[in-house]
């Protein structure tokens, strides 16, 4: 008769925390940074973590570790953070000691702080030392780089925004160790050069991005995913401009987006992301309202003044729309094709200007989303 084998045990505490161990340091061999580190943490543990520097500035965070508790662990870090060796238990109300703020150090030097959100997991409280540890390995790896090292930084960027052949980019990309994965160029005007010169130290370690530099007061670098949540924890409140995100080997040109989102950004005072396909909006957003105002009475003056002239700009506009078609425009007017050509002949006449000439249309359209026109959702395709 055969015998029952009895179920392999559980694995202890111990155990699984050295597991735990071994996959968070092979997140940051992978080269996947302290984003994930913090998610890989969160997922395993079911606490929520968040990074902060010496300074109690917000480097990173996972989910479950909520805005409020951010708040709370900055208060704490800015009036009494704990020493080496030490730890500050925080109590939030009706839960005490919700959140544990422990420093992490390189060469017996404090480098950051790591606040915990307790769930008395057992396994969390066994594996912590080994995350401080890791953070501190990566971001020291970011901050103390030496001086040769971060001109090799810089020349490599450098030559990656040069490349036109896209093999040469991603052979140069996965020579860096960037991610395989889509990237967003990231362009921030800092205060001063003095500040520039940390922020390109702070946004390498917060973005895990060997893709940095600054050029005066204009700090350039390549991301992954959206930025704008840890820019935000961060506190940076600098003009700020995001290209699109795109195939690593595009990254130069999400570059170029980002600069140009950057012009919008110091106009509005807010960060600006550039999109495809909305080149348009975004130049009507540099320009000054004096500007456009006078740009659009000079095209579409002519038609405004004339008998009909509404009529005739939103002829116009539905023409574009529907992408220069008679027919398009007259169904979506309800009105006979000649009354469309009729009008579209007398806006030629009246601007002077060939309407199949590309610099007329686009002057034209300009000058209609200037004036409030916008495109319409029920366009025919």
């Known amino acids: 008769m055969p015998t029952l084998k009895s179920p392999a045990p559980a694995p202890s505490a111990p155990e699984r925390a ?43 965070r996972s989910d479950g570790f909520t805005d409020p ?23 939030i109300e ?16 404090v480098r950051g702080f790591l606040a915990r959100r307790i769930t008395g997991e057992p396994v969390a409280d066994l594996a912590a030392p080994a995350l401080r540890a890791l953070l501190a390995l990566e971001y020291e790896r970011h901050w103390l780089m030496d001086e040769p090292a971060r001109r090799h930084r810089d020349q490599q ?20 160790g960037a991610p395989e994965r889509t990237l967003r160029g990231l362009v921030v005007e800092a205060r001063d050069e003095t500040h520039a010169e940390v922020l390109i130290d702070d946004l390498a370690a917060m973005f895990s991005t060997a893709f940095v ?8 670098c390549l991301v992954a995913g959206d930025p704008l949540a840890t820019l935000a924890d961060y506190g940076l409140h600098v003009p700020i401009g995001m290209g699109t995100a795109m195939a690593p080997q595009h990254a130069a040109r999400s570059i170029r987006q980002a600069r140009l989102a950057l012009d919008t950004s110091r ?70 094709r000649h009354t469309i050509r009729n009008r579209i002949q007398r806006i030629a ?6 309407l199949d000439s590309i610099d007329t249309q686009t002057e034209l359209w300009l000058a209609l989303k200037a004036r409030g026109f916008e495109p319409v959702a029920t366009a025919s395709p």
């Open 18 to 60: 050295l597991t735990l161990q071994m996959e968070l340091t092979a997140i940051l061999a992978r080269g996947k940074g302290v984003d994930r580190l913090l998610r890989g943490w969160h997922q395993h543990t079911g606490e929520g973590v968040a990074v902060f520097d010496r300074l109690g500035t917000p480097l990173g």
């Open 157 to 176: 960027f450098t030559r990656l925004l040069e490349l036109d052949d896209d093999a040469d980019a991603t052979a140069l990309l996965r020579a860096a």
């Open 349 to 354: 006449q009246l601007t002077g200007h060939d």
């Open 213 to 220: 530099r600054h050029r005066g007061r204009i700090v350039e």
């Open 94 to 109: 009706g839960e005490p000691q919700a959140i544990l703020l422990t420093p992490f150090a390189g060469n017996a030097t």
């Open 69 to 91: 508790d951010l708040d709370v662990a900055k208060s704490a870090l800015g009036t009494h953070p704990p020493k080496l060796g030490e730890s500050l238990a925080i109590d």
């Open 267 to 336: 106009r509005l005072g807010t960060p600006m992301e550039y999109r495809d396909g909305a080149a348009h909006d975004l130049l009507l957003q540099i320009a000054s309202p004096e500007y456009l105002e006078a740009f659009a009475a000079a095209a579409l003056g002519p038609i405004e003044r004339t008998k009909g002239g509404d009529a005739l700009l939103e002829t116009l506009h539905l023409w574009f729309l529907e992408r220069r078609s008679i027919e398009a425009t007259a169904d979506r007017m309800q009105v006979h």
